[in-house]
């Protein structure tokens, strides 16, 4: 027997699945409960197997159902990537790109580039995701997501990887705490003091509590924010001390008491890569952010090789 496919199906699944809620999906399907349990109840029916564990909790997939939705994202992609294809022929057609990447990608890097190409591409929008880095190259994987910034450099099987920036996270102090007298320290030495956190969610809050995990340690949040911003000025008021990009906590130094201490930890370096499935196979809307990416990386490692240069220079008049 033939099997057909409803793309109204695919898409609830797919809702579903990443609400973990059969009423959340059926919302965001902009259907009705009673007519999204039909429908998973129907489509159950039609393939000859459960597709959702329903307990008092919510919803989980099956096993069976995990490959549905794997199935339909790469579909609904397909269809994305059809759409986009098609845009110069077809007016008032927009495109989305999906874009996960982790926390300093967000904060600060990929802003300024999603500024320019907005500006370049009024009928494109971007959803644009917070996740840790390996949860990054697993949504490129599955197809969750069209384009990642990752820490990692590898482990999605047929994925391409290009060198975007680097970071260093480094910590944070107010200039009067003790460990302010060090210019650089390790990881351990810190976790007797309190700390200033991100919020849960984040994939530097994340990071630093495996980090202490790792050497049988706990970090010790004593307040936990949203942002870096917020963070810097917490350390500022002697809250505690904590961990951000370098990058942002030189900008906000410059306003705050603060004193930024290198992290000798290896994985305090950051180096992020951009990532997608196939170059390729993505509609030319969001070949054009890849491309974008990629450009901003090489204008970064230019400006810094120039940096570089200038303060050799100098330092050899002053010699």
């Given amino acids: 027997m033939a099997l057909h496919f409803d793309l109204t199906d695919m898409q609830l699944m797919v809702n579903v699945a990443g609400a973990s809620s059969l009423t959340k999906g059926a919302e965001l399907s902009c259907l009705s409960v009673p007519a999204a349990s039909n429908r998973v109840k129907n489509l159950e ?32 992609r397909q269809l994305e990537h059809l759409r986009g294809d098609m845009q110069e022929y077809a007016q008032g057609i927009k495109g989305s ?21 907005l500006v370049e591409h009024p009928d494109v929008n971007i959803e644009l995701r917070e996740r840790l880095s390996y949860q990054v190259v697993k949504a490129v994987a599955d197809g969750a997501a069209d384009i ?13 990887f290009f060198p975007y920036r680097s970071d260093w996270l480094t910590l944070v102090t107010h200039k009067d705490h003790p460990l302010a007298k060090f210019d650089s320290l390790n ?9 200033v956190g991100l919020f849960e969610a984040s994939a530097i809050h994340s990071f630093l509590i495996k980090a202490a995990d790792d050497i049988g340690r706990v970090l010790r949040e004593r307040v936990e924010v949203s942002n870096f911003e917020a963070a810097c000025r917490m350390i500022a008021a002697q809250v505690g001390i904590g961990v951000i990009p370098e990058s942002a906590a ?12 290198a992290l000798n930890d290896d994985w305090a370096l950051r180096k992020l890569h951009v990532c997608m499935m196939n170059t390729d196979k993505l509609p030319a809307f969001a070949r054009e952010l890849v491309e974008m990416l990629i450009q901003d990386a090489e204008t970064h490692t230019n400006n810094a090789i120039a940096d570089r240069e200038n303060q050799e220079s ?6």
């Fill in 148 to 160: 990642g910034v990752s820490a990692n450099d590898s482990g999605g099987v047929g994925m391409e």
């Fill in 314 to 319: 100098v330092r050899k008049k002053l010699a």
């Fill in 250 to 261: 030189r900008r906000y130094a410059l306003e705050m008491p603060l004193k930024l201490i």
């Fill in 187 to 195: 990881f351990e030495d810190t976790l007797d003091y309190d700390y």
């Fill in 45 to 76: 029916m039609h393939l000859g197997t459960a597709l959702l564990y329903r307990t008092n909790q919510g919803v989980t997939l099956t096993p069976p159902g995990e490959a549905f939705v794997q199935h339909s994202r790469i579909v609904l």
């Fill in 97 to 117: 790109v999906r874009v996960f990447a982790n926390t300093t990608a967000i904060n600060e890097f990929i802003p300024s580039v999603l500024e320019r190409y």
